[in-house]
């Protein structure tokens, strides 16, 4: 790669993950209209045409507002590897990009979202039908389990990221192994794509999350989810196809066979719904830096796009005064801002104040008085808890003559804290603070507390930045800096 190759700006992509029916869908569409965005589908029930009712396919309607992409692409008797869809994938990212379009990659398949984002190489071997139906036999034979117990004892990398119930992807990786005479694990790794990536998650209170899946659930059935069952097992596909045996499609198919009634069918897809929710959790994690969470219910397009400009405009610099260029004033603004989280606790120091929750209100107090801080972090061992700030204290508790200085700290601390990443920007910061209308963020990094930000710093780095920028200004102007102005 050529040195202007490699200073080139890279393409962005916008991602949108979350579990199902937190509500990606109406906000992929609402951010893809204000961005000029196309959507990209990272979900691996949409790729199939007649699937429609049962896996909340966008609607054509919905499909005429943005462009859709790997939607409908396949029969249902068609198999889609990781690599395959890899490989649609990346060709229609950089078809949008060639039209001047925003991409954003859409949906809540773990391995099909990270096998862009983090750009797996995925072994490209040719499938062998008959050895692949023989292991499948063997794995129906013996049970899922047992032949995952085998692909462990070969390959314990591969086996750890395979759940021993998958057994068409214990299949596949035996198949791999047998036909390469390698390790599956040994001929997979990662090479990040070319793109500017910023990831954004939707989350919903549990509990809130499974009304809306049962709601869904029965809308669907209520649209007709059954006949569109009965349609596809008409045309001839089989029960068996992995398309076929999707949540919901399986046990329809069941209670169409007369093996199990409707009502055992609904509750089924309940509790199967669930168990996909909680391994979306593992794939999608709470503390992955890399992923920017939101409430869905109060993630709206205006409140995100504070932090989507930024990226979709990285290099965005105000109008030069006369006699300066643009191109010094953006370099002016890359050297001297603080930019990031890491370079603020860089500039300020990484000092974490803290205290045990078990600990007194007067202690607190005391010690926040002889450190000079505004807030402490509550913290169990090396587990954040929660936050205790004055400010918080004299609020909800002298005001209200709830709670005296002899109280825990455990009572009066704001738990479930929303943290940041050290990578994260100035303006992911001050967009956090708004929304959720706080004053203090803990930095965590690979799940440990490394600092603390509040809006004063957050403020006090914005206008220093700020005054940095028109000293560097007036010095070009004046021909104090050398260099070409």
């Not at 709601?215 to 076929?244: C, F, K, N, Q, T």
Request: charged share 20%.
């Amino acid at each position: 790669m050529s040195s202007a190759e490699a200073a080139a700006p890279r393409p962005p992509l916008l991602v949108l993950v979350g579990p199902t029916a937190v509500g990606k869908t109406a906000l992929s569409l609402q951010l893809a209209e204000r961005i000029g965005g196309e959507i990209v589908s990272a979900d691996s029930r949409l790729l199939y045409r007649g699937m429609d009712i049962g896996t909340a396919k966008p609607t054509p309607a919905e499909r005429a507002r943005v462009p859709h992409h790997l939607i409908d692409v396949a029969d249902p008797d068609e198999v889609w590897s990781v690599a395959r869809y890899q490989e649609a994938a990346y060709a229609a990212i950089d078809a949008i990009h060639a039209r001047g379009k925003v991409p954003l990659l859409v949906g809540g398949t773990g391995q099909y979202v990270w096998a862009v984002v983090e750009g797996w190489q995925v072994p490209r071997v040719p499938p062998r039908p008959g050895l692949r139906e023989a292991l499948a036999h063997w794995g129906e034979t013996i049970g899922a389990e047992a032949l995952h117990r085998r692909l462990a004892a070969l390959d314990p990398a591969a086996a750890a990221r395979i759940l021993p119930s998958n057994l068409r992807r214990t299949v596949r990786a035996l198949e791999v192994i047998f036909s390469t005479g390698k390790r599956f694990s040994e001929q997979q790794g990662k090479q990040p794509p070319p793109y500017n990536i910023l990831i954004l998650g939707l989350t919903r209170p549990r509990p809130e999350l499974h009304a809306r899946i049962d709601a869904r659930i029965h809308a669907m059935l209520a649209a007709g989810w059954l006949e569109e069952v009965r349609r596809l097992l008409e045309a001839g596909y089989s029960p068996d196809l992995p398309a076929m045996s999707g949540i919901g499609y399986a046990e329809l198919t069941a209670c169409l066979q007369g093996t199990i009634t409707l009502e055992e069918a609904v509750r089924r897809i309940q509790k199967r719904t669930r168990r996909f929710v909680r391994r979306q959790a593992n794939w999608f994690k709470a503390d992955d830096p890399r992923i920017h969470w939101f409430p869905a219910g109060e993630s709206t397009p205006a409140a995100l796009l504070p932090l989507i400009r930024p990226f979709l405009h990285p290099k965005a610099c105000p109008p030069a005064p006369f006699g300066v260029t643009s191109h010094s004033t953006c370099h002016i603004q890359e050297a001297t801002m603080i930019q990031t989280i890491r370079q603020l606790l860089n500039a300020k120091g990484h000092q974490v104040w803290a205290i045990a929750p078990d600990a007194l209100v007067y202690e607190a107090l005391e010690l926040m008085a002889e450190k000079d801080v505004g807030a402490l972090l509550v913290m169990e061992g090396d587990r954040l808890e929660g936050i205790f700030s004055e400010r918080d204290y004299a609020r909800r508790c002298i005001l209200r003559s709830r709670h005296s200085k002899e109280t825990a700290v455990r009572q009066i601390m704001t738990a479930n804290v929303i943290t940041i990443s050290p990578n994260a920007t100035i303006e992911d910061a001050m967009a956090l603070m708004t929304r959720h209308r706080i004053r203090h963020l803990p930095v965590v990094e690979k799940g440990k507390v490394v600092g603390v930000v509040s809006i004063g710093d957050i403020v006090k780095t914005v206008i220093e930045n700020q005054q940095h920028v028109i000293s560097h200004l007036e010095d070009y102007i004046t021909g104090d800096v050398g260099g070409q102005g």
